[in-house]
């Protein structure tokens, strides 16, 4: 399943980008299609719940990408972390095994799914890659510190590494295709993951993607140039952007790291809805519906984007839009 050693078998991200023709689609929303099942996730471990109570759902989930043409799948460990499965009472052991599963059951998902379409003569499908998902360090505090970088003074370059690390060891263990750090929201944790990929000796490709709030920096107010030129001395990050920011930010963004950076661009918006973090709900604002984001992945294609998908209140139909507008081209 996956890759033990990228560099010596070559980079699996470049090898899909050459098959999907040149720009791959990512799946979209996870924890909005859990709740579309039923799945009850107001909860400090968010969708990771599901790894623990309904682990069917995930399976459902991400068969539901696939089929909707997502040649990357993302797993469900964004907030599964040690510390907050051992906060609940698990067992290191116990939580080990969850970010474990969470791997398995994508790739799973990902073989069950390619067995039933790959001699078909009709299938426009590729062999999806499953990207480990390492939610930011604000993702394991819960309190919205991945939309304003403030982790606070005694948050030091060595504790985020520290609160990353084994987390890190026990996806690379369980042979994902990819790693995908997401909404990191300063330099000083991209900083840290380029460095642990580093210190561990890291060869699965990995991408490390930001938010944004106001469209023009990361979250921290901090440059992307600045947080670039960090990532960009690293040879195990092959892919950098944007993640869980308004899709209206992203063309603009795309065109901007281009000038920054040579890896690959990375983009999946949220639909432009904001979360009320007091009311517990969803408010509208500049809200993207299935055809602007058919619409707009085409312009992000042609802005630079290598992979396109969504986040946040993004589901199968809006990742078979992207598809299906992407695919098109080939």
């Not at 994902?176 to 330099?187: G, Q, R, S, W, Y």
């Not at 308004?246 to 901007?256: D, E």
């Not at 690959?264 to 979360?275: F, K, Q, R, T």
Request: net charge negative; hydrophobic share 40%; proline share 4%.
């Amino acid at each position: 399943m996956g890759i033990q050693n990228g560099i010596a078998n070559g980079n699996v991200l470049e090898d899909l980008l050459e098959k999907a023709g040149g720009c791959a689609v990512v799946d979209g929303g996870f924890a909005t299609q859990l709740e579309r099942h039923g799945a009850l996730i107001n909860d400090p471990l968010w969708s990771a719940l599901c790894l623990i109570k309904d682990p069917h759902l995930i399976t459902k989930v991400h068969l539901e990408y696939l089929e909707a043409g997502a040649d990357v799948i993302v797993t469900s460990s964004y907030q599964a972390t040690i510390p907050g499965f051992l906060s609940r009472g698990l067992s290191m052991e116990e939580a080990e095994s969850l970010l474990t599963k969470s791997v398995q059951i994508a790739a799973e998902a990902r073989d069950k799914f390619w067995a039933s379409v790959k001699w078909k003569p009709e299938n426009n499908h590729n062999r999806a890659l499953i990207a480990a998902s390492i939610g930011s360090y604000g993702a394991y505090l819960a309190d919205g510190s991945e939309y304003s970088g403030n982790y606070g003074p005694t948050v030091t370059l060595e504790k985020l590494k520290d609160f990353h690390r084994h987390r890190l060891q026990v996806l690379v263990q369980a042979g994902p295709d990819l790693l995908a750090f997401e909404t990191i929201p300063n330099k000083l944790e991209a900083q840290a993951c380029v460095e642990l990929l580093e210190e561990e000796k890291v060869d699965i490709p990995s991408w490390i993607c930001f938010s944004s709030v106001d469209g023009a920096n990361a979250p921290s107010g901090e440059s992307f140039e600045d947080c670039l030129r960090v990532i960009n001395k690293s040879t195990r990050v092959c892919a950098v952007g944007i993640n869980c920011a308004p899709p209206h930010f992203v063309l603009s963004l795309i065109q901007k790291f281009k000038e920054l950076t040579g890896k690959a661009i990375v983009v999946y918006p949220n639909s432009g809805e904001i979360w009320d973090g007091i009311a517990k709900r969803w408010l509208p604002s500049k809200c993207f519906d299935d055809e602007k984001f058919e619409l707009f992945a085409a312009k992000w294609r042609d802005a630079g984007a290598k992979l396109i998908g969504g986040c946040c209140r993004t589901t199968p139909s809006t990742v078979r839009r992207v598809s299906r507008v992407l695919k098109e081209k080939k």
